[in-house]
Protein backbone atom coordinates (compact mmCIF):
# COMPACT_ATOMS: atom_id res chain seq x y z
CA UNK A 1 0.00 0.00 0.00
CA UNK A 2 1.57 3.32 -0.67
CA UNK A 3 2.97 5.34 2.20
CA UNK A 4 1.75 9.07 2.60
CA UNK A 5 5.55 9.13 5.49
CA UNK A 6 8.18 10.55 2.42
CA UNK A 7 9.12 8.59 -0.30
CA UNK A 8 10.02 4.91 -0.18
CA UNK A 9 11.98 3.18 -2.89
CA UNK A 10 11.86 -0.48 -3.09
CA UNK A 11 14.17 -2.30 -5.65
CA UNK A 12 12.06 -5.13 -7.17
CA UNK A 13 15.03 -5.90 -9.79
CA UNK A 14 18.50 -4.79 -9.91
CA UNK A 15 20.07 -6.60 -12.55
CA UNK A 16 20.25 -5.26 -16.67
CA UNK A 17 20.61 -7.50 -19.78
CA UNK A 18 19.06 -10.70 -18.12
CA UNK A 19 18.15 -12.46 -14.87
CA UNK A 20 20.60 -14.21 -13.44
CA UNK A 21 19.14 -17.05 -11.25
CA UNK A 22 21.39 -19.40 -9.23
CA UNK A 23 22.74 -19.64 -5.68
CA UNK A 24 26.09 -17.27 -6.63
CA UNK A 25 23.08 -14.58 -7.18
CA UNK A 26 20.68 -14.78 -4.41
CA UNK A 27 22.02 -12.02 -2.02
CA UNK A 28 21.93 -9.42 -4.42
CA UNK A 29 19.01 -10.89 -6.55
CA UNK A 30 18.55 -11.76 -9.99
CA UNK A 31 15.44 -9.83 -11.78
CA UNK A 32 15.71 -7.17 -14.01
CA UNK A 33 15.21 -3.66 -14.02
CA UNK A 34 12.08 -2.48 -11.59
CA UNK A 35 11.47 0.17 -8.93
CA UNK A 36 8.44 0.40 -6.77
CA UNK A 37 7.48 4.37 -5.54
CA UNK A 38 5.67 4.64 -3.16
CA UNK A 39 5.01 8.07 -2.49
CA UNK A 40 1.68 10.76 -0.92
CA UNK A 41 -0.14 8.06 -1.48
CA UNK A 42 0.32 6.60 -4.67
CA UNK A 43 2.32 4.03 -6.36
CA UNK A 44 4.56 4.67 -9.37
CA UNK A 45 6.93 2.10 -11.54
CA UNK A 46 10.11 3.01 -12.57
CA UNK A 47 10.60 -0.02 -15.34
CA UNK A 48 9.19 -3.56 -15.70
CA UNK A 49 11.45 -6.32 -16.06
CA UNK A 50 11.42 -9.36 -14.82
CA UNK A 51 11.35 -7.49 -10.87
CA UNK A 52 7.63 -6.36 -11.45
CA UNK A 53 6.07 -9.43 -11.67
CA UNK A 54 7.01 -10.29 -7.66
CA UNK A 55 5.30 -7.02 -7.25
CA UNK A 56 2.03 -7.79 -9.17
CA UNK A 57 1.66 -11.20 -6.62
CA UNK A 58 1.92 -8.74 -3.98
CA UNK A 59 -0.27 -6.33 -5.17
CA UNK A 60 -3.09 -8.69 -5.41
CA UNK A 61 -2.71 -9.55 -1.74
CA UNK A 62 -5.11 -6.50 -1.22
CA UNK A 63 -8.97 -6.68 -3.14
CA UNK A 64 -9.83 -3.64 -4.28
CA UNK A 65 -9.35 -1.45 -7.66
CA UNK A 66 -5.47 -0.41 -7.52
CA UNK A 67 -4.52 2.84 -9.50
CA UNK A 68 -0.57 2.59 -10.58
CA UNK A 69 1.38 4.82 -12.91
CA UNK A 70 4.47 3.55 -14.87
CA UNK A 71 7.04 5.20 -16.23
CA UNK A 72 9.36 3.42 -18.67
CA UNK A 73 12.92 4.47 -19.36
CA UNK A 74 13.09 2.99 -23.20
CA UNK A 75 11.84 0.14 -24.31
CA UNK A 76 14.82 -2.68 -24.36
CA UNK A 77 13.42 -6.41 -22.64
CA UNK A 78 15.28 -6.04 -19.43
CA UNK A 79 12.64 -2.91 -19.12
CA UNK A 80 9.77 -4.15 -20.29
CA UNK A 81 9.40 -7.72 -20.62
CA UNK A 82 7.88 -8.52 -17.13
CA UNK A 83 4.97 -6.46 -17.73
CA UNK A 84 3.69 -9.95 -19.79
CA UNK A 85 3.75 -11.93 -16.22
CA UNK A 86 2.28 -8.91 -14.08
CA UNK A 87 -1.18 -10.32 -12.84
CA UNK A 88 -2.60 -6.84 -12.01
CA UNK A 89 -2.50 -6.03 -16.10
CA UNK A 90 -4.94 -8.68 -16.43
CA UNK A 91 -7.35 -7.44 -14.46
CA UNK A 92 -9.97 -4.34 -15.07
CA UNK A 93 -9.72 -3.44 -11.21
CA UNK A 94 -6.27 -2.43 -12.44
CA UNK A 95 -6.16 1.55 -13.32
CA UNK A 96 -2.89 1.91 -14.79
CA UNK A 97 -1.63 5.01 -16.49
CA UNK A 98 1.85 4.33 -18.68
CA UNK A 99 4.18 6.80 -19.69
CA UNK A 100 7.36 6.51 -22.06
CA UNK A 101 9.40 7.92 -24.33
CA UNK A 102 8.33 8.54 -27.67
CA UNK A 103 11.05 8.65 -31.22
CA UNK A 104 10.44 9.69 -34.62
CA UNK A 105 8.21 6.66 -36.12
CA UNK A 106 6.86 4.75 -32.56
CA UNK A 107 6.28 5.55 -29.36
CA UNK A 108 6.46 3.45 -25.96
CA UNK A 109 2.73 2.31 -26.85
CA UNK A 110 3.77 0.84 -30.33
CA UNK A 111 6.88 -0.89 -28.16
CA UNK A 112 4.09 -2.56 -25.87
CA UNK A 113 1.90 -4.00 -28.49
CA UNK A 114 4.67 -5.38 -30.52
CA UNK A 115 6.27 -6.66 -27.43
CA UNK A 116 3.12 -8.70 -26.65
CA UNK A 117 2.09 -9.53 -30.13
CA UNK A 118 0.16 -12.91 -31.09
CA UNK A 119 3.53 -13.94 -32.75
CA UNK A 120 5.34 -14.45 -29.43
CA UNK A 121 2.73 -13.85 -26.80
CA UNK A 122 -0.75 -15.19 -26.55
CA UNK A 123 -2.61 -12.08 -25.04
CA UNK A 124 -2.21 -8.66 -26.73
CA UNK A 125 -1.65 -5.42 -24.85
CA UNK A 126 -5.20 -4.91 -26.01
CA UNK A 127 -6.76 -7.86 -23.97
CA UNK A 128 -4.82 -7.76 -20.92
CA UNK A 129 -7.67 -6.85 -19.20
CA UNK A 130 -6.73 -3.49 -17.12
CA UNK A 131 -7.65 0.08 -17.75
CA UNK A 132 -4.99 1.36 -19.03
CA UNK A 133 -3.91 5.24 -21.11
CA UNK A 134 -0.86 5.56 -22.18
CA UNK A 135 1.16 8.97 -22.81
CA UNK A 136 4.36 9.97 -24.18
CA UNK A 137 7.01 11.81 -22.24
CA UNK A 138 10.26 13.72 -23.31
CA UNK A 139 13.16 15.76 -22.34
CA UNK A 140 11.14 18.64 -20.30
CA UNK A 141 8.06 16.96 -19.79
CA UNK A 142 6.73 17.21 -16.09
CA UNK A 143 4.09 14.69 -15.09
CA UNK A 144 2.16 15.33 -12.07
CA UNK A 145 -0.24 13.08 -9.78
CA UNK A 146 -2.11 15.92 -7.99
CA UNK A 147 -4.33 15.14 -4.64
CA UNK A 148 -7.70 13.65 -5.26
CA UNK A 149 -6.77 13.12 -9.39
CA UNK A 150 -7.27 9.28 -10.11
CA UNK A 151 -4.37 9.66 -13.12
CA UNK A 152 -1.21 11.41 -12.92
CA UNK A 153 -1.29 14.16 -16.19
CA UNK A 154 1.27 15.42 -18.70
CA UNK A 155 1.67 19.27 -17.35
CA UNK A 156 1.35 22.41 -19.47
CA UNK A 157 4.56 23.49 -20.89
CA UNK A 158 5.77 26.13 -18.39
CA UNK A 159 3.46 23.72 -15.66
CA UNK A 160 4.11 23.55 -12.05
CA UNK A 161 3.65 21.88 -9.15
CA UNK A 162 1.76 22.38 -6.28
CA UNK A 163 1.99 21.40 -2.70
CA UNK A 164 0.60 17.62 -2.63
CA UNK A 165 1.66 17.18 -6.37
CA UNK A 166 3.65 13.74 -6.96
CA UNK A 167 6.32 15.74 -9.97
CA UNK A 168 8.47 13.44 -12.46
CA UNK A 169 10.84 15.18 -14.15
CA UNK A 170 12.06 13.65 -17.59
CA UNK A 171 15.51 14.00 -18.73
CA UNK A 172 16.39 12.76 -22.19
CA UNK A 173 19.69 11.02 -21.37
CA UNK A 174 21.71 10.55 -25.16
CA UNK A 175 24.42 8.66 -23.39
CA UNK A 176 22.52 4.85 -24.53
CA UNK A 177 21.91 3.45 -27.99
CA UNK A 178 20.51 4.53 -30.33
CA UNK A 179 18.33 6.92 -28.85
CA UNK A 180 18.90 7.76 -25.38
CA UNK A 181 17.13 6.83 -22.36
CA UNK A 182 14.31 8.47 -20.53
CA UNK A 183 16.20 9.64 -16.69
CA UNK A 184 13.55 10.69 -14.02
CA UNK A 185 13.08 12.92 -10.88
CA UNK A 186 10.47 12.27 -8.66
CA UNK A 187 10.01 15.16 -6.48
CA UNK A 188 7.63 15.60 -3.37
CA UNK A 189 6.91 17.63 -0.57
CA UNK A 190 10.44 19.29 -0.29
CA UNK A 191 12.17 15.63 -1.20
CA UNK A 192 13.54 14.15 -4.51
CA UNK A 193 14.98 11.24 -6.31
CA UNK A 194 16.80 10.06 -9.43
CA UNK A 195 16.24 7.35 -11.53
CA UNK A 196 19.50 6.74 -13.98
CA UNK A 197 19.23 3.57 -16.09
CA UNK A 198 21.46 2.54 -18.96
CA UNK A 199 23.58 5.49 -18.71
CA UNK A 200 27.30 6.08 -19.93
CA UNK A 201 29.65 8.75 -18.14
CA UNK A 202 32.65 9.83 -18.25
CA UNK A 203 35.62 8.27 -16.38
CA UNK A 204 37.01 11.53 -14.85
CA UNK A 205 33.64 13.59 -15.03
CA UNK A 206 30.82 11.39 -14.52
CA UNK A 207 27.52 13.09 -16.78
CA UNK A 208 27.77 16.59 -16.41
CA UNK A 209 24.06 17.00 -17.51
CA UNK A 210 22.71 14.06 -15.35
CA UNK A 211 24.55 15.92 -13.13
CA UNK A 212 22.53 19.68 -13.08
CA UNK A 213 19.26 17.02 -13.66
CA UNK A 214 19.80 15.33 -10.25
CA UNK A 215 21.06 18.61 -8.13
CA UNK A 216 20.63 17.80 -4.62
CA UNK A 217 18.68 14.84 -4.77
CA UNK A 218 18.38 13.09 -1.52
CA UNK A 219 18.99 9.98 -3.23
CA UNK A 220 19.76 8.32 -6.86
CA UNK A 221 20.37 5.02 -8.60
CA UNK A 222 22.62 5.47 -10.68
CA UNK A 223 23.72 2.65 -13.56
CA UNK A 224 26.83 0.89 -12.44
CA UNK A 225 26.96 -1.60 -14.64
CA UNK A 226 30.52 -2.78 -14.94
CA UNK A 227 33.97 -3.08 -13.23
CA UNK A 228 36.71 -0.23 -14.92
CA UNK A 229 38.47 -2.60 -15.96
CA UNK A 230 35.86 -4.52 -18.30
CA UNK A 231 34.51 -1.10 -19.91
CA UNK A 232 38.05 -0.34 -20.73
CA UNK A 233 38.52 -4.18 -22.42
CA UNK A 234 35.35 -4.07 -23.90
CA UNK A 235 32.07 -2.58 -23.03
CA UNK A 236 32.79 1.44 -23.96
CA UNK A 237 30.02 2.92 -25.91
CA UNK A 238 27.72 -0.07 -24.85
CA UNK A 239 25.40 2.65 -22.97
CA UNK A 240 26.74 2.05 -19.22
CA UNK A 241 28.33 2.81 -16.54
CA UNK A 242 31.27 1.81 -14.41
CA UNK A 243 30.54 2.34 -10.28
CA UNK A 244 33.20 5.09 -10.56
CA UNK A 245 31.37 6.71 -13.37
CA UNK A 246 28.18 6.43 -10.90
CA UNK A 247 30.42 8.06 -8.23
CA UNK A 248 32.00 11.02 -9.72
CA UNK A 249 28.09 12.23 -11.21
CA UNK A 250 26.71 11.98 -7.57
CA UNK A 251 30.00 13.75 -6.37
CA UNK A 252 29.32 16.91 -9.08
CA UNK A 253 25.55 16.58 -8.56
CA UNK A 254 26.10 16.96 -4.75
CA UNK A 255 23.34 13.84 -3.71
CA UNK A 256 23.48 12.44 -0.51
CA UNK A 257 23.22 8.82 -1.12
CA UNK A 258 23.50 6.86 -4.40
CA UNK A 259 22.14 3.46 -4.90
CA UNK A 260 24.05 1.16 -7.62
CA UNK A 261 21.65 -0.44 -9.81
CA UNK A 262 21.54 -2.48 -13.23
CA UNK A 263 24.23 -5.06 -12.12
CA UNK A 264 25.82 -7.05 -14.62
CA UNK A 265 24.21 -10.28 -14.91
CA UNK A 266 27.94 -11.81 -14.93
CA UNK A 267 28.59 -10.77 -11.56
CA UNK A 268 28.18 -12.91 -8.48
CA UNK A 269 27.51 -12.02 -5.03
CA UNK A 270 31.25 -11.95 -4.37
CA UNK A 271 32.18 -9.47 -7.21
CA UNK A 272 29.36 -7.50 -6.06
CA UNK A 273 30.39 -7.15 -2.89
CA UNK A 274 34.24 -6.62 -3.09
CA UNK A 275 32.58 -3.84 -6.00
CA UNK A 276 30.77 -2.10 -3.03
CA UNK A 277 33.26 -2.31 -0.12
CA UNK A 278 35.82 -0.71 -2.60
CA UNK A 279 33.69 1.88 -3.42
CA UNK A 280 32.35 2.79 -0.02
CA UNK A 281 35.54 4.15 0.46
CA UNK A 282 35.46 6.87 -1.98
CA UNK A 283 31.52 7.88 -1.57
CA UNK A 284 30.43 6.76 2.00
CA UNK A 285 26.67 7.33 1.23
CA UNK A 286 26.78 4.59 -1.54
CA UNK A 287 25.16 1.30 -1.87
CA UNK A 288 24.50 -1.57 -4.28
CA UNK A 289 21.16 -2.17 -4.63
CA UNK A 290 19.76 -5.23 -3.33
CA UNK A 291 16.36 -6.86 -4.51
CA UNK A 292 13.74 -6.19 -1.96
CA UNK A 293 15.62 -3.65 0.04
CA UNK A 294 13.96 -0.38 0.88
CA UNK A 295 15.60 3.18 0.78
CA UNK A 296 13.47 5.60 2.96
CA UNK A 297 13.42 9.23 2.01
CA UNK A 298 11.88 10.43 5.28
Known amino acids: MASDDGIRVIFRGVRGGYPAPGPEFVQFGGNTACQEILVGGRTLIFDAGTGIIGLGRDLLKTAGERRLAIFFSHSHHDHTGGLLYFKPAYLPSTIM ?4 PQEDSHGILDDLRQLSATAVHPVP ?27 PRVAEKGGAARPGDVAVRIFRNHRHPL ?7 LEYAGRSYVYATDVEGDG ?3 DPELAEFARGADLMSHDGQ ?10 RGWGHSTVRMAVRTAQLAGVARLAIIHHEPEYTDAVLERLEREALEVFPGLFFAREGQEAVIP
Do not use: H, K, Q
Open 97 to 100: SIFG
Open 125 to 151: LANMGMNFTCAPVDDGDLVLWSPGDDR
Open 179 to 185: CGVLNFR
Open 204 to 206: LTG
Open 226 to 235: YTTEEYERCR
